[in-house]
């Protein structure tokens, strides 16, 4: 199974970003998908996820703002970033769960991308 990033980078504040992971190994219909972020000195932080079935969940800070999403014909998982803010800056990490249902917490996924970096500027 392998996960890969791609679509970080340096972008202004205000700005957007859309990150895009590839699967392989594995069918993303049938799983959980999650994206987190991880700031230097931080914890790892669950930013958004979708179940199986559609239904999503977004981190309080970036309701609003992000959107996730994918395309089960690519096996891809998207997260579009607008009105990026410097507090956004982070490396961004997709992940897989084989269970249905998708949450919130880093500890339930099975499968994780290498990371991507964005970095917002003020």
């Known amino acids: 199974v392998q996960l890969v990033e791609s679509g970080g980078g340096l972008v202004q504040a205000g700005g957007s970003l859309r990150l895009s992971c590839v699967a392989s190994?594995?069918?993303?219909?049938?799983?959980?998908i999650g994206w987190f972020r991880q700031a230097p000195g931080k914890e790892r932080e669950g930013v958004s996820c979708?179940?199986?079935?559609?239904?999503?969940d977004y981190a309080d800070s970036v309701k609003g703002r992000f959107t996730i999403s994918r395309d089960n014909a690519k096996n891809t998982m998207y997260l579009q970033m607008n009105s990026l803010k410097p507090e956004d800056t982070a490396v961004y990490y997709c992940?897989?769960?084989?269970?249905?249902?998708?949450?919130?917490?880093?500890?339930?996924?099975?499968?994780w991308g290498q990371g991507t970096q964005v970095t917002v500027s003020s």
């Open positions: 992940a897989a769960d084989r269970a249905y249902y998708a949450y919130l917490d880093p500890r339930l996924y099975d499968y």
């Open positions: 190994g594995l069918t993303l219909d049938y799983y959980g």
């Open positions: 979708s179940s199986a079935d559609g239904s999503t």
